[in-house]
Structure formats: C-alpha cells, structure tokens
C-alpha cells in the first residue's frame, strides 16, 4: 500500500511541477473579454519586444493610437504638420513587464509604477502576496489543479483565487474575492486582471481568444469574410480623379461566385469577373487608369486563419488596425487598417506625423460575409489624386444588400492617343467617332450602341 501511495505521489509530482504553464508567450497573441459585460472585450495581449537574460524574459505590449491629445509645441515630437498630436495608450497589462521561467513569477508595474508580482510557482495550498496598499494585501492563493475546459479544448489548469486582507488578518471587501487566475498548461493565462489600472480598478478578465494555437474567438477570420458559394454576387465600384485636370475614370467589377472548394484545414473559391470602363471626360487631355478592388482568382485561405494578428488600435510602423463593428444590412463585423505617417515618440509619449510628400497611405476594411468592402489610396503633398473604391451592391446567401448598378459587359475602352477611332461590330460594320464624345457598347447580338455624352 505504502508502495502504491509512493507510486501516485510520483506520478502527481510530475504532472504538478513538469509541465511548463508559461503564462505568455511571445507568439501566442490573446485577447480577453469583461464575463460581467461581453461587448467590453477590447483586452489584448500582444508583445512587439521581447528580449531575455537568463531564466527572465521581457515583454514590451504592443502600443496603441488612444483618443487623448497633447500639445507637443517646443518639443522634439512637434515633427512635420501639427502642434496637436495623439498619444499612446499602455494596454491593461501594462507596457513592460516579466517572467522568470525558474520562480514562475510574473511581475508587472501598475499606472503608478507600483509593483504586482504574481507567484505561480506556489506549492498546491499556499499563498502569496501580489500586492501591498498602505493597509491591506491583496494575496493569490493555489487552490486546485485539474483537467478543465479551456473555450473548446482540454487542457490542465492550475486555479488560483484572490483575497483581500487587513493588516490583522481580516478579510475585506473587495469585487476580486474569489475571483480565478487560471493558468492552462497549453494556453498559458486564461483569466487574469486589469494590471494597469489595478487597484483603482478592480476588473477580472477571461480568454476570449488565443492564436499559435488557435482556440476561441481573436477576431475576424476569413472563415467570417468569405463564406460565400456559388450563385452568389457583389458588385463593386472604384473610382480614379485627376483632380487637378477636373476629370475622373469610373470603374465597375460584378463578381459572380463559380465555385467553392473546401478540404479538412483550405477553402478555394473561384470568380467570374465581369469589367466594365467607364470614361467621363470635362475636357482634359488625359484620363486616370481604372481603381478598384482586387481579388486573386481563386481566393485561397486556411480554415481558422484571421485576416490579421494585430490587436484593436494596435499600432505598428505607420499603420494602425482597428476591430470594430458596422451596421451593414444586420452584419456587424469589420477590420478596418489605415496608415497616418505617424510615428512613436518615446520621450514625449505621442505619435509624431512625418513628411509623407509624394506618398501614398492606403485604407481599406473588411466585413463579415461581404469580403473588402471599402478601399482608398490617398496621396500626400503635391500628390492630389483620389482613388477609392468600394462595394455597392451584394447577394450573399439570398440576402440582398444594396442596390445593383447594371453593366453593359463589352463595352470598350477609348484610345485617347487616337483623333479618330474605328469601331467594328461583330457583324463587320464599321464606325468611326471621335474621343471624348461617346460611349461604345458592343453586345453579344452583334449590335453597337452609342451614348453620346453633352459637355
């Protein structure tokens, strides 16, 4: 008997303290939703830096573009364009913090520089401190180690609770009572607390999400974006301005969906595309190529895959990349990405506007079941020309969303090089027109129809 209970105390041994139970990594992003209030779920974790010495390793949260302004005038973040610029929010976790793999310990600093140091090396049972006021303790207690449910998975968790004390031992009232730290062998931290604001703040978090490997919900996945099947349709709409010359070129694609194949982890899905030009000239010499949105044929992605790593507001470089949602036609979903020019200032804390003359910044947005539905290249300094595009009309699923421009698919393109052009039908007739002055349409009947336009 002696021997078997030695045997089990083994084998609870090794399950207890082998397993590594890292509570981030640096490349499993997360992200973390309020279990009081579901749409407050803008918690994420994402390390942009990390650097090691020894058994510590150093995460720097990503930054994040906040609403808050400062005046920056008479400092080295003045830059190019503005006195007025936005600043950087710090994320729940805090900008900087670390765990030692050998302790276990996880240690932040609150928005005051104040420090949390979270021990979960403790032995099952113990408890610690993480956090001291002027008269009380918050402490962390080891309560339990089981094989739970992490979002849709299995997975061993060590459960920890927190407690609030006086300096006598009293236990005070506090919201995080009871409250679960729990810690999963494969998915690291999957409920934890606001650091940053804490202990103004006291919020508890859950796992919303995690990626590498994928579990719950991140954000917008292309799964989401593309669900589409055959029959479907979307008609898309770009335009292109010469603005200085006053005239624009005017563009219409009509995606019909030929095919959809999926195997166990990829989706295919093949196009017909149907173009048509539209020229719409008020008297300039030249017209702007055709903008529009673009697909690859067929569009190719991973079951699971999201259309991007990068947190809410999560800044990197000049580009900033928002989840956030729309009501479109009952769908409220998006990704929105933009670039500013704008770059981080550390001594100043705010994101300092650059000379973009002669570049381009690029905006486009993605929405749940309607693929791209918006995209723009704005051009910077002497650079004038408005190029966007967007999605007009969809038929997805039997749901119609916005209304159908009908396209005269064939028509031609105008040789602006040429004084004259020659058209011939496909019955061999001959026409000659000017440029700049009609609109040719040939149709699969063989016959031609002329707009012509009143300048």
């Known amino acids: 008997m002696k021997y078997l209970v030695f045997i089990l105390s083994i084998i609870w041994t090794s399950v207890s303290f082998s397993q590594g139970y890292s509570p981030f990594t640096t490349v499993s992003p997360k992200r973390f939703v309020n279990p009081i209030d579901p749409s407050d779920n803008d918690y994420y974790f994402l390390s942009t830096l990390t650097s090691f010495s020894g058994d510590t390793t150093t995460f720097n949260q990503y930054l994040r573009q906040s609403g808050y302004t400062v005046d920056v005038t008479g400092t080295v973040c003045v830059g190019w364009g503005g006195m007025i610029q936005p600043t950087a929010d710090t994320t729940w976790l805090g900008r900087q913090f670390t765990y030692n793999a050998l302790t276990e310990e996880l240690v932040h600093s609150n928005a005051s520089g104040e420090v949390l140091s979270f ?8 408890s610690a401190i993480f956090y001291s006021g002027v008269s ?3 402490f962390i207690r080891y309560d339990v180690l089981n094989q739970e449910s992490v979002i849709d998975s299995s997975d061993w968790v060590k459960t920890f609770t ?7 031992g009293n236990l005070l009232s506090s919201p995080l009572n009871g409250f679960e730290i729990n810690l999963s062998e494969n998915y690291g931290i999957v409920s934890f607390i606001d650091c940053h604001s804490f202990p103004s703040i006291e919020k508890g978090l859950t796992l919303m999400g995690q990626l590498n490997p994928t579990i719950g919900y991140y954000q917008l996945t292309y799964d989401e974006v593309y669900p589409w099947a055959p029959g479907d349709t979307l008609e898309l709409r770009g335009v292109n301005t010469f603005q200085g010359w006053g005239v624009q070129t005017t563009s219409h694609k009509l995606i019909t969906i030929q095919n959809r194949i999926e195997t166990s982890d990829s989706v295919w899905i093949y196009l017909n595309i149907d173009t048509q030009i539209d020229e719409t000239p008020v008297g300039a010499p030249g017209y702007p190529d055709p903008y529009n949105i673009i697909y690859p044929n067929p569009i190719v992605y991973e079951k699971g895959s999201i259309i991007h790593a990068l947190p809410h507001k999560g800044v990197q470089g000049s580009t900033i990349y928002l989840h956030d949602s729309i009501d479109n036609c009952g769908i409220r979903a998006r990704i929105r990405m933009y670039d500013e020019f704008n770059m981080y200032c550390d001594s100043c804390d ?5 000379d973009g ?12 079941g309607l693929g791209i539905v ?3 290249i704005q051009q910077y300094g002497n650079w004038i020309d408005l190029t966007e595009a967007e999605l007009i009309y969809s038929n997805v699923g039997g749901v119609q ?3 159908y421009t009908p396209l005269a698919v064939g028509e031609l393109e105008l040789d602006h090089d040429k004084e004259l052009i020659k058209i011939v039908d496909l019955l061999g007739r001959e026409t000659t027109i000017k440029p700049d002055t009609v609109q040719i349409y040939i149709y699969s009947d063989g016959s031609i129809e002329k707009v012509f336009r009143v300048e």
């Not at 979960?120 to 113990?126: I, K, N, P, R």
């Not at 690029?362 to 749940?368: I, L, N």
């Open 350 to 354: 705010c994101f300092v506007p650059y």
């Open 357 to 368: 003359n002669g570049s381009s910044a690029y905006t486009g947005e993605y929405q749940e």
């Open 374 to 376: 918006y995209s723009r």
């Open 162 to 168: 927190i407690w609030k004390y006086d300096g006598l």
């Open 136 to 138: 009380y303790d918050y």
């Open 119 to 126: 021990d979960f090396g403790l032995t099952l049972g113990d």
């Open 401 to 403: 969303c916005g209304a």
